[in-house]
């Protein structure tokens, strides 16, 4: 791993997307400089920050060939999350399951596990509670199996979602506090602020303006980190 990629995978394991969208610039990274796990990392910053059209120009000049290990998840996560900010939720569900589906072929991984979170969350927002709900306890196994805080957390940010959408505002917020704890040992500005946005969701719905504004208010002190949910803050 060259230096440049060791700074880019720190930053992106921190959530810190604008610092590497930085590091990105002043190493001038394109289409068409840098190692291909630089630029991979580069374009899924670019997606989870709403520069889908330059993320997806770096994604399709990409080599399967190039990408090895963790990458090849990752560019699957990537192109879902550009499909989903592109309308097209059934082309982001099965970039993700394809991203799950390579990590379990080649053992298992914890950009494989992201990819199948990034699955369940999509269809928890789409197919109806029943179905969402039997595929929780296969997840929750494999998660627990990883002991990845990270991930740990996003299942449960996934699952404030759910209950939310179903009115169980009470069991969201109870999730809630399940996340925080995860996320007391995590050092992602990008969880930490999709976690607030959750939460002050969750407090608007049940009438605590209060709780909401607060976690609101923690959201954009975090957003000049990541750009994840400017638009909703």
């Given at each position: 791993?060259?230096?440049?990629?060791?700074?880019?995978?720190n930053?992106?394991?921190?959530?810190?997307?604008?610092?590497?969208?930085?590091?990105?610039?002043?190493s001038?990274?394109?289409v068409?400089?840098?190692?291909?796990?630089?630029?991979?990392l580069?374009?899924?910053?670019?997606?989870?920050?709403?520069?889908?059209?330059?993320?997806?120009?770096?994604?399709?000049?990409?080599?399967?060939?190039?990408?090895?290990?963790?990458?090849?998840?990752?560019?699957?996560?990537?192109?879902?999350?550009?499909?989903?900010?592109?309308?097209d939720?059934?082309?982001?569900?099965?970039?993700?399951?394809?991203g799950?589906?390579?990590?379990?072929?080649?053992?298992?991984?914890i950009?494989?596990?992201?990819?199948?979170?990034?699955?369940?969350?999509?269809?928890?927002?789409?197919?109806?509670?029943?179905?969402?709900?039997?595929?929780?306890?296969?997840l929750?196994?494999?998660v627990?199996?990883?002991?990845?805080?990270?991930?740990?957390?996003?299942?449960?940010?996934?699952?404030?979602?759910?209950?939310?959408?179903?009115?169980?505002?009470?069991?969201?917020?109870?999730?809630?506090?399940?996340?925080?704890?995860?996320?007391?040992?995590?050092?992602?500005?990008?969880?930490?602020?999709?976690?607030?946005?959750?939460?002050?969701?969750?407090?608007?719905?049940?009438g605590?303006?209060?709780?909401?504004?607060?976690?609101?208010d923690?959201?954009?002190?975090?957003?000049?980190?990541?750009?994840?949910?400017?638009?909703?803050?």
């Open positions: 791993m060259s230096l440049g990629e060791d700074v880019l995978w930053l992106h394991r921190r959530g810190e997307f604008v610092r590497l969208l930085d590091e990105a610039r002043t001038r990274i394109s068409v400089r840098g190692t291909a796990a630089e630029r991979l580069v374009a899924h910053a670019l997606a989870s920050t709403g520069k889908v059209t330059e993320a997806e120009k770096l994604l399709q000049r990409l080599q399967p060939k190039e990408l090895t290990g963790e990458d090849r998840p990752l560019s699957h996560i990537a192109l879902g999350i550009v499909r989903e900010q592109s309308a939720p059934e082309g982001a569900e099965k970039e993700y399951w394809r799950a589906e390579l990590a379990r072929q080649s053992g298992g991984s950009a494989g596990l992201w990819a199948e979170l990034y699955r369940f969350r999509l269809l928890a927002e789409r197919q109806p509670a029943d179905v969402v709900a039997a595929m929780m306890p296969d929750r196994r494999k627990l199996r990883s002991g990845d805080r990270s991930v740990l957390a996003y299942l449960h940010m996934c699952i404030v979602v759910f209950e939310g959408q179903r009115g169980r505002l009470e069991e969201a917020q109870r999730h809630c506090g399940i996340v925080e704890a995860h996320l007391a040992s995590v050092h992602n500005y990008s969880l930490h602020c999709a976690h607030q946005l959750n939460k002050g969701c969750i407090y608007f719905l049940d605590n303006l209060v709780a909401a504004k607060e976690a609101f923690e959201a954009l002190r975090l957003v000049d980190r990541t750009e994840i949910g400017r638009a909703h803050v």
